[in-house]
């Protein structure tokens, strides 16, 4: 038995394996011994190590950045990961904004390019920058996207729900930049909250709204999605001309020829008024006083306005019929009174008043 037993432990100590636990043993122990949270920014432990490779002092200061921590679950975010996440992030925001404004002002060196393909050319360039500036922060940081899948799923329902509005305008913003329906420049016509309708000028398109200057300097912020599906009055789309009117009356007693021919005079004095197509005069209707008539008359420069256009031509037009003996007639109106007794007594008082009184006796 002696010799049975010893033979065992030798064999035994040849094979130290034989003697290990099995896997199932090793795999609760594994289970059960402490493990340290995973770090929520790997480029943490990579500086870490790099910078402790150069300096001592360096490494243990980071050391004791990583050591002031907070554990979310099983995620650990030190004060290092927080101040290396900041710094990523600024350096980025800096960066990317340097290419964005380089990239614009090579688009707007580029002569090839009208100002609606400049403008859209600039907003994809922005959306490009912007994106490839996120995505090489999360790969710096080193930030694992699956962690991120539950905040990708709450900012889809977002976009969904809160900025779907948003996005909307941002393509649409695209679309009428593509098809060159509406451009910066462009005149068209607009309508406040008491539905009364002016005119004004395209200053710029927004990534959310379009901005329009009136002549007043009132600043109208369309949303882009307004702009596409709904009507629109462009007046500077295919051709910046305009046909403008003037509405002028004229008595009854005129001469109707030449009061034409000052009508046209009138409007081809004005500076602004093409000569081609040129000033035309209609009558439109004859009126309780007067015979009106309708000047119609071109510009090619409507984002300058129309008013003054037309109060420089009615200015000329009434020293012309000053000097031409043309009347601009007052409304008239006839009355009638009804014959009865009390007006037939009112007449023969008013008569016997106007007889001259007898010479009274001296």
Same mark, same amino acid.
């Given at each position: 038995?002696?010799? &049975? @037993? !010893?033979?065992?432990?030798? #064999? ?6 034989? /003697? *290990? ?5 090793? %795999? ?32 243990a200061f ?8 907070l554990e ?58 912007? &994106? @490839? !500036?996120?995505?090489?922060? #999360? ?6 996207? /699956? *962690? ?5 799923? %709450? ?38 909250m008491a ?63 030449? @009061? ?20 035309? %005069? ?81």
């Amino acid at each position: 038995m002696n010799i &049975a @037993a !010893a033979a065992l432990q030798a #064999i035994a100590a040849a094979n130290p394996a034989s /003697t *290990a636990p099995p896997p199932e043993a090793a %795999a609760d122990a594994a289970r059960a011994a402490p493990t340290a949270p995973p770090e929520a920014v790997e480029a943490a432990d990579k500086l870490k190590e790099g910078v402790a490779a150069q300096s001592q002092t360096a490494g243990a200061f980071l050391e004791r950045l990583d050591g002031i921590a907070l554990e979310v679950g099983q995620t650990r975010v030190s004060l290092l990961d927080a101040l290396l996440v900041i710094i990523v992030i600024m350096l980025v925001i800096i960066i990317a904004m340097l290419i964005n404004r380089f990239g614009h002002r090579l688009i707007r060196s580029l002569d090839r390019l009208d100002d609606t393909q400049k403008l859209l050319s600039e907003k994809i360039l922005t959306i490009v920058v912007w &994106a @490839a !500036a996120f995505f090489t922060g #999360i790969d710096l940081l080193g930030i694992d996207l /699956t *962690a991120l899948a539950f905040f990708g799923g %709450a900012f889809g329902l977002a976009i969904g729900f809160g900025l779907q509005k948003t996005f909307g305008n941002l393509i649409a913003g695209i679309i009428l930049l593509m098809d060159k329906s509406i451009k910066p420049g462009d005149v068209i016509a607009v309508a406040d909250m008491a539905g009364n309708e002016t005119f004004g000028q395209i200053r710029k398109i927004g990534i959310r709204a379009v901005s329009v200057t009136t002549r007043d300097q009132r600043e109208y912020l369309i949303p882009n999605e307004n702009l596409m599906i709904n009507q629109v009055e462009n007046w500077s789309y295919s051709s910046k001309k305009v046909r403008m009117q003037v509405h002028v009356g004229v008595s009854y007693n005129a001469d109707m020829n030449v @009061a034409e021919a000052l009508m046209l005079k009138a409007a081809s004095q004005c500076s602004r008024v093409l000569d081609t197509p040129p000033p035309t %005069a209609w009558m439109s209707e004859y009126g309780d006083s007067s015979v009106n008539f309708v000047i119609h008359c071109w510009i090619n420069d409507p984002e300058d306005g129309v008013g003054n256009v037309r109060s420089e031509v009615l200015k000329n037009l009434w020293w012309l019929f000053k000097e031409h003996g043309i009347e601009i007639p007052f409304p008239q109106r006839d009355i009638n009174l009804r014959d009865n007794a009390q007006i037939k007594a009112l007449i023969a008082a008013l008569e016997s008043r106007k007889q001259p009184d007898e010479p009274s006796a001296r």
